[in-house]
């Protein structure tokens, strides 16, 4: 009992103190560009673990006032496009960062700069077959998410790109290779005993 309750209130101090009430997308200033400049060709899917894109961001100098000074780091990272979110509640998109579940793979983190930022990135083979877009947040100091931006537009519905993951049928041929080999010894000492016998019964004879 008192134990379940020093739970329930150390779950409630850390809400109070760190980020339980979270920051809102809505609430950040769209300031970033983000583009993928290269990807092996447009509208090619991509293979996880094998193919890569770059990706460059930078601040946006028509946006009005020069806000970025308190801008520390800038975390890039891939999001489900809605069509990859549907019927997905795992993958579900919500305002409040802290359970926005949009974006779910770290490409790279990095300290804010306002322009020449590349980087290049090969799929990681824990991305799941799907349409994605990326992504970057930039932090203050005290690592709350103060600005975005993002390759797609607002309603996430160009610049979209796919992935498509590394398919099960690998797997299975490995496994159908391990059963072949597998059988092939154990018929070839079944034919070896059988031999054996063999010989055995034409000496007896
Ligand atoms: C840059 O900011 C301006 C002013 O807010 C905006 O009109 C423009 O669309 C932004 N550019 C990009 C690429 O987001
Ligand atoms: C960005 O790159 C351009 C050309 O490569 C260079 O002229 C410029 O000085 C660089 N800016 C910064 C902030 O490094």
Redo the contacts with the bound molecule.
């Keep these: 009992m008192a134990a379940s309750l020093l739970l329930v209130s150390s779950i409630l101090i850390s809400c109070l103190a760190a980020s339980c009430h979270g920051v809102t997308l809505s609430s950040l200033q769209k300031t970033l560009i983000v583009f993928v400049t290269a990807s092996p060709s447009p509208g090619q899917v991509l293979k996880a673990g094998e193919d890569s894109i770059t990706l460059t961001w930078s601040f946006n100098n028509s946006f009005p006032g020069r806000t970025d000074s308190a801008y520390k780091t800038v975390r890039v990272k891939l999001c489900f496009a809605p069509i990859s979110q549907q019927d997905r509640a795992w993958r579900k998109t919500e305002d409040n960062l802290v359970k926005d579940k949009t974006c779910q793979y770290k490409i790279v983190a990095k300290p804010y700069?306002?322009?020449?930022n590349t980087f290049s990135w090969t799929v990681q083979r824990d991305v799941p077959t799907g349409t994605y877009f990326v992504r970057a947040y930039a932090y203050n100091s005290a690592d709350e998410e103060v600005a975005y931006g993002q390759t797609t537009n607002a309603h996430k519905t160009n610049n979209l790109f796919q992935v498509k993951a590394i398919s099960g049928r690998h797997v299975s041929l490995d496994i159908a290779s391990i059963c072949f080999s597998a059988f092939s010894i154990v018929s070839l000492f079944g034919f070896f005993l059988l031999e054996k016998r063999g010989a055995k019964h034409s000496q007896e004879n």
Aim: hydrophobic fraction near 0%; avoid cysteine.
């Design positions: 700069s306002p322009s020449n």
